[in-house]
T-cell receptor, first 114, second 113 residues
């Protein structure tokens, strides 16, 4: 089983719908991140959380919200989806005590907004 | 934030050594250099990290000159399975987290039979 699990893996929705992407991890890491990947733009940070009570905006947080329900769970919500939010979304984790700060990524959630 | 510049794409034949250079002219004193690899439809995967001189692991080597304004990822004897996008990241790691580190668009390496 994957250490960082994202659900759903694929989702097609319509403009204006509320969408939640969920991420759970079994690595015991304190830090969790949500990234968005678009062709030609690389990965961009949406939100990050260093612990359950710490939530921070990344470089492209507009139109998104997050919830850190537990150390192991970090959800990304699109309150009213729009077509330019069509992208591949990745959840990642890292451990403060890890020497390299290595990021561990989930397998991605592909979202299409029609 | 330290800006990085790397080639958009590279081609290499199987069995050759591949060197991907990343420029980071405004690297800060406490910044580390980290490389990630991403296969299609997968999340990026950590390859190697260094601060100065040379670092080697079972996958790659990382060469960092004394002025640290650039770095080179070296992949020995590549195979078709090394076809991927390679990202050079610069930031105050490891304890600082990734909130101020950008991935950029990376270098797309195509290995040719």
């Amino acid at each position: 089983d994957a250490d960082v699990t994202q659900t759903p893996r694929n989702r097609i929705t319509k403009t204006g719908k509320r969408i939640m992407l969920e991420c759970s991890q079994t690595k015991g890491h304190d830090r969790m991140y949500w990234y968005r990947q678009d062709p030609g733009l690389g990965l961009r940070l949406i939100y990050y959380s260093f612990d359950v009570k710490d939530i921070n905006k990344g470089e492209i947080s507009d139109g998104y919200s997050v919830s850190r329900q537990a150390q192991a769970k970090f959800s990304l919500s699109l309150e009213s989806a729009i077509p330019n939010q069509t992208a591949l979304y990745f959840c990642a984790t890292s451990d403060f005590s890890e020497n390299t700060g290595e990021l561990f990524f989930g397998e991605g959630s592909r979202l299409t907004v029609l | 934030l330290a800006k990085t510049t790397q080639p958009i794409s590279m081609d290499s034949y199987e069995g050759q050594e591949v060197n991907i250079t990343c420029s980071h002219n405004n690297i800060a004193t406490n910044d580390y250099i980290t490389w990630y690899q991403q296969f299609p439809s997968q999340g990026p995967r950590f390859i190697i990290q260094g601060y100065k001189t040379k670092v080697t692991n079972e996958v790659a080597s990382l060469f960092i000159p004394a002025d640290r304004k650039s770095s080179t990822l070296s992949l020995p004897r590549v195979s078709l399975s090394d076809t991927a996008v390679y990202y050079c990241l610069v930031g105050a790691l490891p304890s600082g987290g990734y909130q101020k580190v950008t991935f950029g668009i990376g270098t797309k390496l195509q290995v040719i039979p």
